[in-house]
């Protein structure tokens, strides 16, 4: 199986084992799980920013009064 030999500086090991006592993983767990967890954390942004675009036009309507100044209708748009 392949592995991965990873250089840290004594206060970064110290902060990583710290993160993975906290999450009740070894050391060699947690670090396994990280690139893991941040493709999943990259695809929920993703699809909530996608989310986000696409209702932004019901959540003006809603709450104009909550729109950037940016975003607002103005003139005949706003009518």
Not at 30 to 45: A, G
Request: charged share 30%; proline share 6%; no cysteine.
């Amino acid at each position: 199986m392949p592995s991965l030999n990873i250089t840290f500086t004594d206060d970064e090991l110290e902060a990583v084992r710290a993160a993975a006592t906290a999450e009740g993983k070894s050391l060699k767990q947690f670090v396994h799980d990280l690139p893991l967890r941040e493709q999943q954390r990259l695809q929920f942004v993703r699809y909530a920013v996608s989310w986000g675009e696409q209702h932004r036009d019901e959540f003006g309507d809603a709450f104009p009064d909550e729109m950037p100044p940016g975003d607002r209708r103005q003139g005949a748009e706003a009518a």
